[in-house]
């Protein structure tokens, strides 16, 4: 027997006890998603023993006919997914897809205009620690206080006096659309390149539920396993092919060896289904989920809403005029059996590791189903648990009714045992 659970008992339980935990808590972390059970089978095939350094018909290794046909699938699956005329889907994840473009485009020491990481930026948009505030000079944008949405008159104005030669237009934490046109109108006005990274909502953008980035950008980069639902990776597209060469020898040999071709298969799994009915279906429900939480969290006392509601797959709590910290709140979710992060909020007084807020997504929960009378069980049950003088009992309850709902809605029904 050479089953993972015969070789490895220690590994294999832990995937069993994960399958359990993922099953029965409601997961709600904004980048997370449930890769079908398709796209699994895909990244667990023979494809991960494979090395095929280059692109397809154009490899440094032999024996690469049938890696071939599925990157080009991938890739073919992904311009006609998003209308575009040029994509590399070798990227091991977004972080490296935005590496990749960055050293495809700029100079160490080249200025970078990016949304704040604590504004609900990415750290690939300039964060210090990271290769792109280390390698990169780094100005940043920010929300407004009155309505917490971008400041594309800051954006102008660090444009002029910064002059960067890259504006990110992108995000992790930020309920509402980007104007893709108006950084564009910037970016062509001081001579910089755009670049959009649309990690979290390129499934929106895919059922046709959010604009496109991809005829203003200059380069669009994007995860493929958030709201996209695909394997953990990350993808770069463009409108024309105007980029191609700079950004593929980025990539491989700039940034990378041998591409995941195991994964590159599941993302090409992944592009085929979010092309189907069934997927924009889905997408409508998790927008539709990520309005009825902000609509109840916005009736409950002492909590906020970051721009009083959503246009996307998540929903930002500001707590800020709660006694319950970001950290407490995460930590009373998990308590009913929701999973969440804490995140900072715009103007948040509190420090990053504690922070005044709770970024809750609906991308996952819709992906088992959930329909619009569960959300607002799950609403209910969010607005209810982060009540500061809530009991034990009552939370009792909720974690009750978090059971029931996940029991409704089974998790991969043809994997559990
Ligand atoms: N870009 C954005 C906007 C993200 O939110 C993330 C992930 O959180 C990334 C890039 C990085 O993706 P990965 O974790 O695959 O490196």
């Not at 027997?1 to 832990?14: F, I, K």
């Not at 889905?282 to 990520?290: D, I, M, S, V, Y």
């Not at 909020?345 to 005044?356: A, E, G, I, N, T």
């Not at 997504?361 to 088992?368: D, E, H, N």
């Given at each position: 027997?050479?089953?993972?659970?015969?070789?490895?008992?220690?590994?294999?339980?832990?995937v069993?006890?994960?399958l359990?935990?993922?099953?029965?808590?409601?997961?709600?972390?904004?980048?997370?998603?449930?890769?079908?059970?398709?796209?699994?089978?895909?990244?667990?095939?023979?494809?991960?023993?494979?090395?095929?350094?280059?692109?397809?018909?154009?490899?440094?290794?032999?024996?690469?006919?049938?890696?071939d046909?599925?990157?080009?699938?991938?890739?073919?699956?992904?311009?006609?997914?998003?209308d575009?005329?040029?994509?590399?889907?070798?990227?091991?994840?977004?972080a490296?897809?935005?590496?990749?473009?960055?050293?495809?485009?700029?100079?160490?020491?080249?200025?970078?205009?990016g949304?704040?990481?604590?504004?609900?930026?990415?750290?690939?948009?300039?964060m210090?620690?990271?290769?792109?505030?280390?390698?990169?000079?780094?100005?940043?944008?920010?929300?407004?206080?009155?309505d917490h949405?971008v400041?594309?008159?800051?954006?102008?104005?660090l444009?002029?006096?910064?002059?960067?030669?890259?504006?990110?237009?992108?995000?992790?934490?930020?309920?509402?659309?980007?104007?893709?046109?108006?950084?564009?109108?910037?970016?062509?006005?001081?001579?910089?390149?755009?670049?959009?990274?649309?990690?979290?909502?390129?499934?929106?953008?895919?059922?046709?539920?959010?604009?496109?980035?991809?005829?203003?950008a200059?380069?669009?980069?994007?995860?493929?396993?958030?709201t996209?639902?695909?394997?953990?990776?990350?993808?770069?597209?463009?409108?024309?092919r105007?980029?191609?060469?700079?950004?593929?020898?980025s990539?491989f040999?700039?940034q990378?060896?041998?591409?995941?071709?195991?994964?590159?298969?599941?993302?090409?799994?992944?592009?085929?289904?979010?092309?189907?009915?069934?997927?924009?279906?889905?997408?409508?429900?998790?927008?539709?989920?990520?309005?009825?939480?902000?609509g109840?969290l916005?009736?409950?006392?002492?909590?906020?809403?970051v721009?009083g509601?959503?246009?996307?797959?998540?929903?930002?709590?500001?707590?800020?005029?709660s006694?319950?910290?970001?950290?407490?709140?995460e930590?009373?979710?998990?308590?009913?059996?929701?999973?969440?992060?804490?995140?900072a909020?715009?103007?948040?007084?509190?420090?990053?590791?504690?922070?005044?807020g709770?970024?809750?997504?609906?991308?996952?929960?819709?992906?088992?189903?959930f329909?619009?009378?569960?959300?607002?069980?799950?609403?209910?049950?969010?607005?209810?648990?982060l009540?500061?003088?809530?009991?034990?009992?009552?939370?009792?309850?909720?974690?009750?009714r978090?059971?029931a709902?996940?029991d409704r809605h089974?998790l991969?029904?043809e994997?559990?045992?």
């Open positions: 027997d050479r089953s993972l659970a015969a070789t490895d008992p220690e590994v294999y339980a832990q069993e006890c994960e359990r935990r993922q099953h029965r808590t409601l997961e709600m972390i904004a980048s997370e998603n449930f890769a079908p059970v398709a796209v699994m089978e895909a990244q667990g095939s023979v494809l991960t023993n494979k090395y095929a350094e280059g692109y397809p018909r154009r490899r440094y290794y032999g024996g690469c006919e049938h890696v046909v599925v990157e080009q699938l991938a890739i073919d699956r992904l311009t006609a997914l998003f575009a005329g040029y994509a590399n889907v070798q990227p091991h994840s977004g490296q897809a935005n590496a990749a473009v960055m050293a495809a485009l700029l100079a160490p020491g080249d200025t970078i205009l949304l704040a990481l604590d504004h609900g930026g990415h750290l690939t948009h300039g210090h620690l990271n290769f792109s505030g280390r390698l990169y000079d780094v100005a940043a944008y920010h929300v407004r206080a009155d949405r400041d594309m008159a800051e954006v102008e104005q444009a002029h006096e910064r002059r960067p030669k890259l504006i990110i237009a992108g995000w992790s934490a930020y309920p509402r659309r980007l104007d893709f046109a108006e950084f564009r109108r910037i970016a062509d006005e001081v001579g910089a390149y755009l670049m959009v990274d649309m990690a979290h909502f390129a499934g929106l953008v895919a059922a046709g539920l959010h604009p496109s980035p991809v005829p203003h200059h380069v669009v980069t994007s995860t493929t396993h958030k996209l639902g695909g394997p953990r990776g990350g993808v770069i597209l463009s409108r024309t105007d980029l191609a060469k700079k950004l593929n020898s990539v040999p700039g990378q060896g041998g591409p995941l071709e195991h994964v590159i298969a599941a993302k090409a799994v992944a592009f085929k289904l979010a092309g189907e009915p069934a997927f924009r279906e889905r997408q409508e429900r998790t927008l539709l989920g990520a309005r009825i939480l902000a109840r916005l009736d409950e006392p002492g909590i906020g809403v721009s509601g959503t246009d996307v797959h998540l929903v930002l709590v500001d707590l800020r005029d006694e319950l910290d970001g950290q407490q709140a930590d009373r979710l998990h308590r009913v059996g929701i999973t969440v992060n804490r995140n909020v715009p103007f948040d007084p509190r420090p990053p590791m504690v922070s005044s709770v970024r809750i997504g609906t991308a996952a929960l819709a992906a088992r189903g329909e619009a009378d569960d959300f607002r069980v799950v609403a209910d049950v969010v607005a209810r648990a009540r500061p003088e809530v009991t034990e009992t009552e939370l009792d309850a909720l974690a009750g978090t059971a709902l996940a089974p991969y029904p994997l559990q045992a």
